[in-house]
């Protein structure tokens, strides 16, 4: 089991970037294929973005491609997502997820973290 823990969520002007952290516990994180996904109130959670467990293949969903980008670095066991050029649609709570393989659903999810993008 796994346990993930977001940070870097914050308020930023339209424009801006910010750099999302997924630290992971209990199990070394190159087990896992990790994703991001954001959920704003009243709406389903949708996917961000998504990375293999080696990180040689990464995920994005159109409203971001160009603008944000998914890594990892096993070594700390921390996933990253670098969000530029942020627009005010952009805010929204971002949660990390982890799966043993893309087969499967997302298993474990850490607990969230607010962006707002101001216009």
């Known amino acids: 089991q796994v346990q993930l823990v977001e940070s870097g969520g914050g308020r930023v002007q339209a424009g801006g970037s910010l750099r999302l952290s997924c630290a992971a516990s209990g199990r070394t994180l190159s087990s896992y294929h990790m994703g991001w996904f954001r959920q704003t109130t009243g709406k389903e959670r949708e996917f961000v973005a998504s990375?293999?467990?080696?990180?040689?293949?990464?995920y994005y969903a159109d409203s971001v491609k160009g603008r944000f980008t998914i890594s990892r670095d096993n070594a700390k066991n921390t996933v990253y997502l670098q969000m530029n050029s942020l627009k005010p649609e952009d805010t929204a709570v971002y949660y990390c997820?982890?799966?043993?393989?893309?087969?499967?659903?997302?298993?474990?999810w850490g607990q969230g973290t607010q962006v707002t993008v101001s216009s």
């Open positions: 990375i293999s467990r080696s990180g040689v293949s990464t």
């Open positions: 997820a982890a799966r043993a393989t893309v087969a499967r659903d997302y298993d474990y």
